[in-house]
C-alpha cells in the first residue's frame, strides 16, 4: 500500500475523471459560437451578435448565485443529511434568483443598466431587452442541470454530465443548421429562444440519466464518505450555517467574475467603432473559450483526488496533470491564432466577414497564455474549496476585478487600432494578478504539504 502512494495519483485515473468534466465545457463553449453562427445569417449580424454579448453578460451577473452549485455539492455533501441540506439551500437560492430577474427584466431597470451603466444605446439596446426577456427562466435551467451536475460529479460519474452536454449541443447544431428556414423570425427572438431551450435540454437529460437508474443519490453519498473518511478525509459536520458561511464567498465571486464581461462591453461600447469592437470581442473570445473552458473544471481534480492530510506525490501528480492540461488548451489557442485555421473558423465556418475576422483572430493571439493562469487558478481553488475555505477566493476575484478595470481603462484611454484587443488583455493581466495573489495566499493558510 505504501509502494502505490509514493507513486501519486495516475494520469489515467485524473484523465478518466477531468476528460468528460473538460469536454462538457468545451462543448457549452462551442454552442456559444454557434449561437454567433446562427445569428451571423440574419440581417445586421453586427447588431444581433453585440445585442447578444450584452444581454448574456446582463444574464451571467444577475444568475451568479447558481454558478456555484456544482462547489457546493461536491464540496459539501458528504452524507444522506449534508445532501438533504445542501437540496433544501439549493433550491431556495434558485426560486429567488429566478424571481429576481423577473422583475430586473420586465421594469425599466434592465434598460437603465444597459443604457447608463454599459453605454448600450440605439437598435443594439432594443434588441439586448428583447433577448434579455425570453431568458427569463434560464437560472432556473441552470440551477437543476448544476444540481444533478454537482451529483455526477461528487460520486465520480462525470460521462453522464458530457452526455448531457452533447444534447445540448446537438439541439443547438440543428437549430443553426435550419436558422435559414426560420428567417422570417426576428434574430433577436431565435438566438436567445434556442439558447434557453437548449439548457433545458441539458437539465432535462442530466436529470433523467441519474434518476433512471433508480440510483439512491443520498446513500450513495453517505457510502462514499464513509470510504473516504477510512482512508483519512476530514469531514466537518454541516449545518445552515456553515452552508450559508461557504456559499456566499463564492457568490461574491461570482459576481465579480460575472461583472467581467460587461466592464469590457462597457469599455468597448466607448471605443470609436463599438459595434464592430463588441462583435470582434465576443466572436474572437467565443472561440478561444473552445480551449479555455474545459479548465474552469479543473478544481474539480484537487478536490475530488486529494484529502487534506495527503503525500507530497499526490500533490505533485495532480501539478503535473494540470501544467500537461494548461500547456496544451495554450497551444490549441496559439495554433488557431497563428496559423491560416483562424481565417478559416472565422470566415467559413462562423462566417463573419474579413474586418471581424481580423479583429477576432488578434484577440485569439492574446489569448494564448490564458489556460496557463486559468488552470493554476482553478488548482488553487479547489485546494482551498477541500478545506471548505472560500473567503480567500472571494477576496482573489476582487483583485481580479480591480485589475480588470484599470486595463480596461488603460485600453480605452490609448485607444488602439483594434479596440476588440482590450478586452482580451484586459482578461489575461487580471487572470495573471489573480494567480499571484492566490499563490500568495496559499502560502499562508494552506498545509506544507501543498507547497
Known amino acids: 500500500m505504501a509502494t502505490e502512494k509514493t507513486k501519486g495519483i495516475s494520469l489515467k485515473e485524473q484523465l478518466k475523471f ?11 463553449a462551442l454552442t456559444h459560437s454557434l449561437f454567433n453562427a446562427a445569428l451571423a445569417r440574419f440581417p445586421s449580424p453586427e447588431v444581433l451578435i453585440s ?10 451577473m444577475i444568475q451568479y448565485p447558481v454558478s456555484m452549485v456544482k462547489h457546493t455539492v461536491t464540496a459539501l ?4 443529511m449534508s445532501y438533504y441540506k445542501v437540496r433544501r439551500f439549493i433550491a431556495f ?4 434568483i429566478v424571481g429576481m430577474f423577473f422583475i430586473f427584466a420586465f421594469s425599466g ?18 434588441e439586448a431587452i428583447i433577448m434579455l426577456r425570453i431568458l427569463v427562466l434560464f437560472p432556473l435551467f441552470v440551477t437543476v442541470r448544476d444540481f444533478y451536475q454537482g451529483v455526477a460529479i461528487k460520486l465520480r460519474m462525470t460521462p453522464v454530465v458530457t452526455m448531457a452536454s452533447l444534447m445540448r449541443v446537438l439541439f443547438v447544431g440543428i437549430m443553426v443548421y435550419l436558422a435559414d428556414y426560420f428567417s422570417f423570425m426576428p434574430g433577436a427572438y431565435y438566438a436567445p429562444g434556442i439558447f434557453a431551450i437548449a439548457l433545458f435540454v441539458e437539465a432535462a437529460t442530466v436529470t433523467v440519466i441519474i434518476h433512471k437508474g433508480k440510483l439512491d443519490i443520498p446513500q450513495a453519498i453517505e457510502r462514499q464518505g464513509k470510504r473516504l473518511k477510512e482512508l483519512g478525509d476530514v469531514h ?3 449545518n445552515n450555517r456553515l452552508i450559508l458561511m461557504f456559499f456566499l464567498p463564492l457568490t461574491v465571486s461570482a459576481l465579480l467574475r460575472t461583472l467581467s464581461t460587461p466592464i469590457i462591453n462597457a469599455g468597448l461600447a466607448r471605443t470609436v467603432n463599438p459595434e464592430i469592437g463588441l462583435s470582434a470581442f465576443a466572436v474572437g473570445w467565443s472561440v478561444g473559450l473552445l480551449a479555455v473552458a474545459p479548465l474552469e473544471m479543473f478544481h474539480q481534480v484537487p478536490l475530488n483526488f486529494l484529502k487534506e492530510n495527503d503525500t ?14 494548461g500547456g496544451t488548451m495554450s497551444l490549441a489557442i496559439g495554433t488557431t491564432g497563428f496559423t491560416p485555421l483562424g481565417n478559416y473558423v472565422f470566415q467559413t465556418v462562423i462566417g463573419t466577414d474579413e474586418l471581424i475576422s481580423r479583429m477576432a483572430i488578434d484577440v485569439l493571439k492574446i489569448m494564448t497564455t490564458l489556460p496557463i493562469f486559468f488552470v493554476i487558478r482553478q488548482y488553487l481553488w479547489g485546494l ?4 471548505q475555505s472560500t473567503k480567500q477566493i472571494s477576496i482573489g476575484k476582487m483583485v481580479n476585478l480591480a485589475s480588470l478595470i484599470l486595463a480596461v481603462l488603460l485600453g480605452t484611454y490609448m485607444n488602439p487600432e483594434n479596440p476588440a484587443i482590450i478586452g482580451a488583455y484586459a482578461m489575461v493581466i487580471a487572470e495573471m494578478v489573480e494567480c499571484i495573489f492566490l499563490l500568495v495566499a496559499k502560502r499562508k493558510y494552506l498545509s506544507i504539504h501543498t507547497l
Open 236 to 238: 466537518r459536520e454541516l
Open 51 to 60: 445585442a447578444f454579448a450584452v444581454s448574456k453578460s446582463i444574464l451571467q
Open 18 to 28: 477531468f476528460v468528460p468534466l473538460g469536454m462538457t465545457q468545451a462543448i457549452i
Open 93 to 96: 437560492v434558485g426560486i429567488g
Open 384 to 387: 482551498f474549496l477541500k478545506r
Open 312 to 325: 507530497r506525490e499526490n500533490y505533485q501528480s495532480v501539478k503535473k496533470f494540470a501544467v500537461m492540461v
Open 77 to 80: 455533501t458528504t452524507d444522506a
Open 109 to 126: 431597470l434592465s434598460r437603465w443598466v444597459m443604457n447608463s451603466l454599459i453605454g448600450v444605446e440605439g437598435q443594439v439596446l432594443e
